[in-house]
């Protein structure tokens, strides 16, 4: 299981690199678990990221956390981890 992230605005990193990696992952992944990637088209690197967008942001890794998990948010054995 893995979600990546990228921005399309990110002056460090051209977003097609990210998407190449993906598709080789992707390509390499045995294991039947998702490989996902997050653009984001407002966005940059990290730091870049507005504070309007970095609720969004955590709404998405947390909805792939919980579904690959297959968890509920009032499971007591998430706070155990």
Do not use: E, W, Y
Request: glycine fraction near 6%; charged fraction near 20%; aromatic fraction near 4%.
């Amino acid at each position: 299981m893995a979600l990546f992230m990228t921005g399309a605005h990110d002056p460090r990193v051209d977003p097609m690199r990210s998407r190449k990696m993906i598709a080789r992952l992707q390509t390499a992944n045995r294991s039947g678990h998702p490989i996902v990637l997050r653009t984001s088209s407002t966005t940059g690197h990290g730091i870049c990221t507005t504070l309007s967008d970095q609720p969004n942001q955590q709404a998405d890794r947390s909805a792939f956390l919980f579904s690959d998990h297959q968890a509920s948010i009032g499971d007591a054995n998430l706070c155990q981890r």
